[in-house]
């Protein structure tokens, strides 16, 4: 089984949309400033909702969203973890936490403009290839 | 660009449990009824957390966690998307709603037991292959 969706909730989807694509380089499929932002990763999509306005039904959409600070992890090889330390660097974007698991693998933490946690994390943290 | 991690918040963790190991059939990597259970995709994880647990720092994870009920799709192809329907019948666990999209998509939507918004969809919701 494979994820198609995950979802984060932020209220300024202009800022989201400057974060995600400008910094974070994600491919826009479709953008409502009013509701939502959705981007285009390899193999899944990620979708930015202003949860005031998905907490109401919508269609036959059911409603959902969140306050608070959700957490997203992207894969990176060690090399593009390092990589994406000075990139968020030169855009400002502080990496809050780095940690090395036991295992050897590695994160790096950072925040979206709406305060979501997000990290960079080598793969072998949850998979040997 | 992939995403590694999905995260997902309830406070219940044993219920979760129950639920995404014992009727969605997901795989267990760790589970502490206390803090969390992280379950495995085949190319990515599921994280649910207890938000009550998260959102006050722990050794070098920032702090995260929401109220509300979050988000999740999972990719179906149209015969497993029919199966589910039924599984999830026979589970009773309510199809709280049924959508086909303009381009022939299919989603069904269901609730975890905290609540969170899951969906089964069809591939070509997003991706052409």
């Given at each position: 089984?494979?994820?198609?969706?995950s979802?984060?909730?932020?209220?300024?989807?202009?800022?989201a949309?400057?974060?995600?694509?400008?910094?974070?380089?994600?491919?826009?499929?479709?953008?409502d400033?009013?509701?939502?932002?959705?981007?285009?990763?390899e193999?899944?999509?990620?979708?930015?909702?202003?949860?005031?306005?998905?907490?109401?039904p919508?269609?036959?959409?059911?409603?959902?969203?969140?306050?608070g600070?959700?957490?997203?992890a992207?894969?990176?090889?060690?090399?593009e973890?390092?990589?994406?330390?000075?990139?968020?660097k030169d855009?400002?974007?502080?990496?809050?936490?780095?940690?090395?698991?036991?295992n050897?693998?590695?994160s790096?933490?950072?925040?979206?403009?709406?305060?979501n946690?997000?990290?960079f994390?080598?793969?072998?943290?949850?998979?040997?290839?």
């Amino acid at each position: 089984m494979q994820i198609l969706e995950s979802a984060l909730y932020a209220e300024d989807l202009e800022a989201a949309r400057n974060f995600y694509e400008g910094i974070l380089g994600l491919q826009e499929i479709t953008y409502d400033a009013s509701r939502h932002l959705f981007l285009r990763l390899e193999t899944s999509v990620l979708l930015l909702f202003r949860a005031s306005k998905t907490v109401v039904p919508d269609a036959d959409v059911p409603p959902h969203g969140t306050v608070g600070h959700g957490h997203l992890a992207f894969s990176a090889t060690p090399t593009e973890l390092d990589d994406w330390k000075k990139r968020l660097k030169d855009a400002r974007v502080p990496v809050i936490s780095e940690i090395e698991w036991p295992n050897g693998a590695r994160s790096i933490y950072f925040n979206d403009p709406a305060g979501n946690v997000l990290e960079f994390a080598t793969r072998n943290l949850w998979f040997r290839t």
